[in-house]
C-alpha cells in the first residue's frame, strides 16, 4: 500500500486508540443510501463503530428520535493459533489504512503480534458500493509471516447494535481513555432482531425491525473463501449471523475470504417488494463477478462522480487534499435516487445531532450539488416536499396556518429538536425561534430553479412548498401599532440571541419569500394554468389569497441601519453590551472572553455565527459593495465561529467586498475541520456542512463565481499559493469548465455544437461557443 498519492489518499499510520473515533468518521465509506464508518472490521473496546441507512429514523427507548445504527456488515473475526486479532488481545506491530478517494475503497494492512511474537498479517479492503446502492462488500486477507498456522475466520452480520444516548459529563481536566467513556455512554435499542439464519443456497441473513417505526432491516450474506476451507459452520448466535472458516496456512501463504451483503429495507421508496428476497437478490445478483467485480463496478461510478464534481487546486497539496476529501464525503451522503431522505448535520458518518436534518441541507450543502449533480439537488428538495406533511401539522400544532419547517428534521417533518441540553441545565430555544429554515428552504428552491432552469420542479414540488410556507409567514407575522408587520420571539442564524424581534435576516428572506411565491404564482399562470389550478385545488389557495401576499411583504418591517450602512441584526442588538474578542486557540478560533460560554452571551454582542452577513451572502444583489465591507468589518470582529458554518461565510464574504487578508485564514478553519479535527469533535461525525462551505470558499469564494441579476458571473482571486483552481459546474443544464489562474483564467462550455452562454467575467461579457475555449485576463 505505498506510494500513495498525497492529493487523494487519506492516510493513517500506526493504531492510536486515543485517535481511532477520529480515524472511524474520516474514513467513513458510503454511497448516500449508506455510510459505514471506517471502524475496524474486529472492533476494540472504545469503537464507536455505525452503519447508518438514510432515512431509516425510530424513537422508541430514546428522548430524541435516532438515524438508527443498523446491523454491522463488516462484522469479522479472525483467530490464529487461539489468539484473537484484535488491538485488545493481541499487539499491533505495525498498522497502516489507506481511504482512495478517487475510488472509495478503504484499504487496510496491520501486522499482530500473539504473546509468543508470532506475527500474522491482516489486510482488508471494503466498499460500499457506488453501482449499486443496494451492496456492500468486504475482503480479508489474512497472511501468517514466519510460522504454519490454523487461522479461523468468522464473517457475517451482527445485528446487536445500540445507539449512543448522552455522552457523560466529565469534571474538566479528566482525561478517562476513550474505552472508559465508552463504557459509560448511556445505549439505546432501536432494533429488534426477528430472523437469522442461512437458506438452502448457502446465503446468510439477518432481518431486523426498528421498534418504533417498524422499519424492516434485511441483511444478506455471502461469504466464500480464495481456497476450500478445511472446515465450515454456519453459526447463529444471539443477534448474530456468521459463517466460521478454518483454514491450516503454512507460512507466508494468503487465505482470501471475501463478503458480498445485500441490504434493503421496508422503507425504500418504489420499492415495495418483500427486503429480504430483494437483499437476497442483491447477493445473487453479484455472486459471479464477486468483490472484484463489486469493485470494478464501484470505481467506474467513482470516476463518473468526479468527472462532474472534482475541484482541483494546484500548487498546494494538503489544500488539493483537503477539498477532495471535503467532495469525497459530500459524494456518500447524497443519494439522488431517493427523493424521501435529506442530509443529516453530521451526513451518514456518525451519530451526532442524531441524523437530523437542519438548514445546513438548503443553505450549506445544496449549492455543491446543485453546480455539479443538479438531480441531486432535485432529490434533496424533494425530501421537503414529502414532508410537507409534517409541516404542516406542525404549523397547526402552533396554532399557524400552511407549513412550517422543523428547525430538527427526520423522517416525517415534525419537530425533532430536544427542549433541553442532555443533562437538562440549558435550554434549546431554537426549536420554537429558529423559524427562518422555512424560508431557507423557499430560497434553495428558487436557487435550483435559476441554476438548472428546470422550471417543472414547480409544478411537480416547488410551488406547492412555496405557496405552504408563504401561508405560514401571513398567519404567524404580528402586526406593530404603526401597522408595519414584524416577528418576535426569535432566533436568527446566530443562536447566542434568543427571544429577539425584528431579527434582520428573518424579516428580509420572509419578505422575499412572500414576493418569490407571488412572482412564481403570476408565472405558472401564464405558463401552466392548468398546472396551477390543479395545485390551488389541492390546497386550497386561490388568486386572492396570492394577491394579499405582495402587500403583506411589502408591510414586513426593515430592518434599522446606522448611516454606514451596518444593519441591527434585531431590535436593540447595538445597545448590548461590546465583549472584546481577545484570545485564540492553538487551531486559531476564537475562544469566549473569560465568564462566557454558549448559553450566556445573550446580553452581548457577541455573535456565534454570520447573520446579517449571511443575509448578505446569500442576497447579493440586493447589498452594494460598501454596505457589505461596513458589515463585514463591524460583525466579523464580533463573531466567536462556534458553528463549523461559519468560517466558510466569512472567507467569502470578505473576498467579496476586497479583503482577502483573512481568506486563507477562514479557508483553513473551514476546511481543515475534519481532516485535522480541529474542533476536537470529529469523533461524532463529518462537519458535512462545513466540507460544503469550503467547495463554496473554492468556488464562491476564490472563483468568485455567483449568480448576479440571474446571469453566472466571476471573479477569480486565486490565494497566492494556488496556482490554479479547476473545477465544472452545471449552468442551465450544461457544463461550464473552468480553470483559474493568477493571470488569465479560461472557460468552455461543453455542450452540443451551436450552443452559447454569455457569462461575466469581473464585470466584462465573454460569450461563450460550445466546445470553443475562451481565455480573458484575470484582474484581481
Ligand atoms: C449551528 C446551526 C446548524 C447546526 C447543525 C449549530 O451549531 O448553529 O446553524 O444548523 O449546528 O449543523
Redesign the pocket.
Known sequence: MSGHDPEWTLVEHGFDRARAGYRETVFTVGNGRLGTRGSLEEGHLGALSGTYLAGVYDAHDSPVIDLVNAPDWLHTAVWVDGVRLDPDAAEIVEHERVLDLRTGLLHRSTTFADRAGRCTRLRSVRLASMADRDLCALRVEVTPLGHDAEVVVVAGVDGHRRNLDRLPRYPDGLDLPPQRRWDKWARSTHLDVRELGFAADGTGFLHADTIDRGTRLAFAFAVTAGRAADRSTDLVEGERVARRLEFRVPDGETVTVDKLVGIATSRDPGRPDDPGARAAATVAAHAAGGVDGAVRASTEAWAELWRDSELQVVGHEKDALALRFGTYHLLIAANPDDPTVSIG?KSLSGEG?RGHV???SEILLLPFYLYTRPETARSLLCYRHHTLPGARALSAENGTRGARYAWEAADTGREECPRWTPDGKDRFWTREEELHVTADVAYAVREYVAVTGDERFLLDAGAEILFETARFWVSRLEERADGSLGLSNVMG?D?FHSHVAENAFTNRLVRWHLTEAVDVHRTLAATAPDRLAGIGDAIGLDPDEVAGWADVADRVRRPVARPDGVIEQFDGYFDRLDVPIESWDENDMPRYPPGYHHFNCEDTKLL??PDVLMLMYLLPDEYPPETQRANFEYYEARTLH????SPSIHAILGLQVGDPTMAVRYFERSAYVDLDDNQGNTIEGM?I?AAAGTWQIAVHGFGGMRMLGGRLTFAPRLPERWERLRFTVRWRGHPVRVDLGHDESSFVLDASPGTTQGILVDGAEVLLVAGDPVTVPTKH
Request: charged share 25%; aromatic share 20%.
Open positions: 448535520a445531532y437542519f438548514w445546513d442564524p443562536e456565534k455565527q462556534k458553528s463549523s458554518l462537519h456542512a
